[in-house]
């Protein structure tokens, strides 16, 4: 059978272990590619060879206790919020007496127990049902999940409240024990789902850029409005400003102001003509234009930008392995750990049943593998929809940690360092009559198509005076691999090219340009790589972090020696073939993490085989498939954000790993010898997941430095 990627909407998720739970279910039955987010409910799979079908898979799902969202299917009533709002009525009675009784006083309605049981069965039933439908599921997939404590604890103090109740025996009642643990875990989730939200707005925010109508020109000329799933790669479309252009194109006629902000995070606006790219999803500031669409639907800039941070999380970082292999083994441990402090405290130490129970299920409340399998995930959510809206593009949250170590940054030069033109270091004259020279180079150069040319066109034109006419109506050959021939109406020879066109000796100084008149040399052209602006920069930016900067070049020495006194890298290598490019990337690489810096085109070989490839591109096909990161629009820039983002997403995970860690290394052997009560054990729970989520969202405001 053909792979066919199917994607599903699945509610009901609420932790990394839920999302675990369906992915352990449906690589049992041999679907490949799995991969369920539980932050965004997608659940994304290959059928590959199996013969399991997507109704078996939607049933299945379904059996484990969630629900499979269907197009157009109405909104579920039975909200968490719902849920959440009866439990906290009927709660806050049964709590409100309790802290009066501690303070020394009572009610005296709310002190007969059948009160208490009736007010508490509404809230124990939603728990019953909430927690325990999730425990349930969580066991029989194999991957318990903190339902089942919470599900324990609650119940567990109902059914001994129960029991107090049928002997009415008043030290065997903890009614607001029960009530309470579930509403505040409720509490929790809620603060928990609202927080989860805020991390994947960088998703909808890049949503809502896709346009859902566009103008097409008929062969006929007319203008229809058609859906954006009818377009087709070929149509000619009609965009008018203020429009969103509809899809990725290219500009066949007029000139636009487009705002690609959003897509590239570059805040001026862009000037657009004919047979120039543009990207879906970017707004026309000024201009109408009509352009010819060259990709659609999955395959534009705007949708595999959504795709990759959607996708951040399926190739977990080694530090999210670690915390999913403890979560794993952790509900069993401490199930273990609250029967131990309920056999120990009573029959070991003496305590009362009742005492030694509460202490048992303080310790299943306090305990939290959630804020575990929410330290990782959140994090990298945040930071890569971070990048994802300052124009960079990452691949996986493992790349997110493996940047941020990374020892060597390895620049190609041509294109990533430099902006691929180049600019006059020096002209030497061998002729009194400068203005002639430099009008000849001028006029001689508007007939070459050697890729030198725009540049030194650019650069003589301000050096051109008064002979311009004389010289406009050269007889001009232009001879592939040696230069320009001119001759004047009074046969007079000039040439314009490599050393190659000298017949006498050549001057002491490398020159790159030479002109002769006659065979006599006139003038000869130093020339340099133009150095983007924000290079030099860029390389102080990375020596300040302790990283060593390399230029890797296939260019002359002269050049890349030029371009690293300038730039204050001291470790060079000219003269490069891609062979050579390729052992020199593997040396360094099996050194220490590696990052290669290149075009995403001819340099996708040593962006592979990099520790971490990185393309400067504006957003082609190739650049976004060849490397781990894509900084769009070329600006080395951003280079240093998506530094300063990776670093600040690993410590982020850091400190959250730390609080889930450390926080259940502290609360369980507080609450399991009775210094905790479980009602404080469920808010310190519910808040400790809230903590986690508030430090990832943190990430969307910390300052990059």
């Known amino acids: 059978m053909t792979k066919n990627l199917i994607e599903l909407k699945v509610d009901g998720m609420d932790c990394a272990n839920c999302a675990a739970g369906i992915t352990k279910f449906l690589q049992r039955k041999g679907l490949e590619d799995v991969y369920v987010n539980f932050q965004t409910k997608e659940v994304r799979f290959q059928l590959g060879e199996s013969d399991f079908t997507i109704e078996k898979v939607k049933q299945g799902i379904q059996k484990l206790g969630y629900t499979v969202i269907e197009e157009d299917q109405p909104a579920e009533w039975w909200t968490l919020e719902r849920k959440l709002w009866i439990s906290a009525i009927f709660t806050f009675p049964l709590l409100a007496n309790h802290l009066l009784m501690m303070a020394g006083y009572a009610i005296p309605l709310l002190g007969n127990f059948w009160v208490q049981f009736f007010l508490c069965l509404p809230v124990f039933a939603i728990g019953f049902f909430h927690f325990g439908a999730s425990a349930f599921r969580s066991v029989r997939a194999g991957v318990p999940n903190m339902d089942v404590l919470i599900f324990i604890g609650s119940t567990a103090a109902f059914i001994y409240s129960l029991i107090g109740t049928l002997m009415w025996e008043a030290n065997y009642i903890f009614y607001e024990t029960s009530a309470t643990i579930i509403t505040l875990v409720l509490v929790g989730n809620w603060m928990e789902h609202r927080a989860v939200q805020q991390t994947t707005n960088s998703i909808k925010e890049l949503a809502k850029l896709q346009v859902e109508e566009a103008k097409r020109i008929m062969p006929s000329g007319t203008i229809v409005k058609i859906k954006t799933d009818e377009i087709r790669k070929g149509h000619i479309l009609q965009v008018n400003e203020g429009d969103k252009i509809p899809t990725d194109g290219i500009l066949l006629k007029g000139n636009a102001s487009v705002d690609e902000s959003m897509i590239t995070g570059e805040s001026i606006p862009v000037e657009k003509g004919e047979n120039e790219s543009l990207i879906g999803g970017s707004l026309v500031l000024s201009g109408n234009i009509q352009m010819k669409v060259s990709a659609t639907g999955k395959d534009t800039v705007l949708q595999q930008m959504i795709e990759l941070v959607k996708s951040a999380q399926e190739d977990k970082p080694n530090i999210q392995r670690l915390a999913d292999r403890i979560s794993a083994i952790f509900v069993p441990v401490v199930l273990g750990i609250a029967l131990l402090t309920l056999l120990l405290g009573h029959f070991a130490f003496g305590l009362s049943f009742q005492q030694a129970l509460m202490n048992a299920i303080a310790v299943l409340v306090i305990s939290c593998p959630c804020a575990m399998g929410l330290a990782t995930p959140t994090a990298v959510m945040v930071g890569v929809g971070r990048m994802a809206r ?237 490397a781990q990161i894509v900084l769009l629009n070329g600006n080395l820039e951003k280079l240093q954000k998506a530094f300063s983002i990776s670093r600040m997403t690993v410590s982020t995970i850091k400190q959250n790993l730390f609080w889930a860690f450390i926080y259940n290394v502290v609360a369980i052997p507080i609450a399991a010898v009775g210094l905790l009560n479980p009602m404080w054990g469920a808010l310190f729970m519910a808040f400790s997941d809230v903590v986690v989520i508030g430090n990832s969202i943190r990430l969307n405001y910390k300052k990059i430095k």
């Open 390 to 626: 300052n124009g960079i593009l990452v691949k996986g949250g493992q790349t997110v940690e493996v940047f941020s170590n990374v020892k060597n940054m390895v620049f190609d030069k041509t294109g990533t360092l430099t902006t691929g033109s180049f600019r006059i270091k020096e002209i030497d004259y061998f002729t009194e009559d400068v203005n002639k020279a430099n009008t000849l180079i001028y006029v001689m150069e508007q007939r070459s198509s050697h890729p030198i040319a725009a540049s030194l066109l650019k650069e003589m034109e301000p050096r051109v005076n008064g002979q311009l006419e004389k010289y406009q109506h050269l007889d001009i050959v232009e001879e592939k691999g040696k230069g320009i021939l001119a001759h004047d109406h009074l046969g007079n020879s000039f040439e314009l090219g490599s050393i190659r066109i000298l017949k006498e000796p050549q001057p002491e100084k490398p020159y790159q340009v030479y002109l002769t008149e006659n065979d006599r040399l006139i003038a000869a052209i130093a020339l340099e790589d133009e150095i983007k602006k924000d290079a030099p920069e860029t390389i102080q930016y990375l020596k300040d972090k302790g990283i060593k900067s390399i230029i890797l070049s296939g260019d002359k020495k002269e050049k890349t020696a030029d371009v690293s006194a300038v730039l204050g890298v001291d470790e060079y290598y000219a003269e490069q073939l891609p062979a050579e490019k390729l052992e020199k990337i593997g040396t360094l690489s099996k050194e220490s993490q590696t990052a290669m810096v290149g075009d995403g085109i001819n340099d996708a070989p040593a962006l592979a085989k990099a520790t971490v490839g990185v393309s400067l591109s504006n957003a082609s096909q190739a650049a976004i498939q060849s």
